[in-house]
């Protein structure tokens, strides 16, 4: 993503999403299925879950005074009101590695052209072969 | 060079008694002499050993360098790879890399934090998390990098991850370990708990999610030498938390060290009997014989195996072939 229109609807977006949801702008959003919490606010960036460090209180590891991102997911994927059914099952999706090209694009712009899509071509996600 | 025996694989499909592994200790300096002359109180008694990627964030004799040392001489590495310090591109390098000298068995970990080590002024990668390094390696198993690039493996690979039974969401950790199963992980090695009761929903979890029946499931305990190091590790090691009545029945006992062992063998004894259980990880702080008189007291590990054919090492890897071809 490149060119004027795109950095113009890129700063929308930052906008937009900063204030509400801390957006790192990664350019591949993923909030509909994370319980409309961003993982890239995680400290260690995980996009499939909470790390074994989570604090029995459930604080994050990293910077205690912060609930952990995925604590906070989690309830929120199950209770939060208005979201579809489908985005709350969606948090036990497998979501692919960060695509780091795509940092400070657009996600609205990368969703509407499937950028935001495209995975590693050598990426199985959860169709792995068993023995 | 010592041909890999591929022993844990092999007990993977048997189950036809616990598996137990453990912790290999980890080295700063002295040579691979050194190293074996440490084993030799762990590796007889275990059928695979774990040798850690920098635990605790503090740099350590490298995971690949270990997971050779002990290839080489016929003890069975689980080589864990954690997603603190390297990016994908040099990660599968290591899996790559390890591969050729016959390690086949890759434990995927996200990693404690830098904060958690001696240098928390280091930049932390993350560029995977554990569940997409479950993934990448279950592709590397399959025969590609993640570019899609072929990759050919010389043996076939035993992918293991790990899950902590004892953080929050209690309730998703069963959900997580799932994830992982689907994602190709065949091995789910467990955060020491101190917790039964945690480890009995875990478990409960696991067996009802199909997590038991396609991976196997192995809690950790882990041998210390009193009280002190009871409160270390709850105080200062993430996601660990020892209860305040298993710190004061050590504590208060006249002998610290046998109280301390026999909370561990407590322990191990109730994860061995929890259906869904298919055996234990081991840590040893001790370094006192401890693990040796763990398996022998509670009869687990290669010198109890009962079947005559799985205690001749060449079976094993006859039986690899076979799987192989």
Redesign the interface.
């Given at each position: 993503m490149s060119g004027p229109v795109d950095g113009a609807i890129a700063a929308i977006e930052h906008v937009v999403k900063a204030p509400i949801w801390d957006c790192r702008m990664c350019g591949q959003c993923v909030l509909h299925s994370t319980g409309m919490t961003c993982p890239m606010t995680c400290p260690k960036t995980l996009r499939n879950g909470p790390c074994g460090g989570v604090r029995e209180d459930g604080s994050c590891e990293v910077e205690p005074q912060m609930q952990c991102v995925w604590v906070k997911a989690h309830h929120r994927a199950e209770h939060l009101p208005l979201l579809p059914k489908s985005w709350r099952l969606h948090i036990r999706d497998l979501r692919p590695p960060v695509d780091n090209s795509l940092k400070g694009t657009s996600s609205w712009v990368n969703l509407l052209t499937r950028r935001d899509q495209q995975t590693p071509p050598g990426w199985l996600g959860v169709a792995a072969p068993h023995s | 060079m010592t041909t890999p025996r591929a022993r844990l694989a092999a007990l993977a499909r048997s189950r036809h008694r616990p598996i137990v592994t453990a912790e290999c200790p980890s080295a700063d300096g002295g040579t691979v002499e050194d190293l074996h002359t440490r084993l030799a109180t762990i590796a007889p008694f275990v059928d695979a050993v774990n040798v850690t990627d920098n635990p605790a964030a503090h740099a350590h004799a490298s995971n690949v360098a270990m997971a050779i040392a002990l290839s080489q001489r016929g003890i069975e590495p689980i080589m864990q790879i954690v997603?603190?310090d390297k990016n994908?591109i040099a990660i599968q390098a290591d899996i790559a890399g390890a591969s050729m000298f016959g390690v086949v068995n890759f434990s995927a970990l996200?990693?404690?934090?830098v904060?958690?080590g001696d240098e928390p002024q280091a930049r932390?990668v993350?560029?995977?998390?554990?569940?997409?390094l479950v993934?990448?390696l279950?592709?590397m198993?399959?025969g590609?990098?993640?570019?899609?690039?072929t990759f050919s493996t010389p043996g076939?690979f035993f992918i293991g991850c790990?899950?902590?039974p004892?953080?929050?969401?209690l309730d998703?950790r069963a959900?997580?370990a799932l994830?992982k199963v689907?994602?190709?992980a065949?091995m789910v090695q467990l955060?020491i708990s101190y917790r039964p009761e945690q480890l009995e929903a875990f478990m409960a979890a696991c067996v009802a999610n199909g997590v038991a029946e396609?991976a196997i499931v192995l809690p950790s305990v882990c041998l210390t030498k009193g009280a002190k190091a009871l409160g270390f590790m709850n105080d200062k090691v993430?996601?660990i938390?020892v209860p305040a009545d298993s710190i004061d029945r050590v504590a208060e006992a006249d002998d610290q060290a046998e109280e301390a062992y026999l909370l561990v063998r407590d322990l191990t004894a109730h994860a061995l009997a929890l259906p869904g259980v298919a055996g234990i990880h081991i840590t040893d702080f001790r370094h006192d014989g401890s693990l040796q008189r763990l398996t022998e007291e509670l009869h687990i590990g290669p010198r109890f195996d009962t079947t005559s054919d799985r205690s001749d090492p060449t079976s094993e890897l006859k039986e690899h072939h076979a799987h192989n071809s």
């Open positions: - | 997603c603190r994908r996200t990693g404690d934090d904060t958690a932390r993350f560029d995977l998390d554990g569940p997409q993934s990448c279950a592709g198993k399959a590609t990098y993640l570019s899609g690039r076939d790990v899950e902590n004892g953080a929050p969401p998703y959900d997580r994830l689907n994602a190709g065949q955060q396609r993430p996601g938390s």
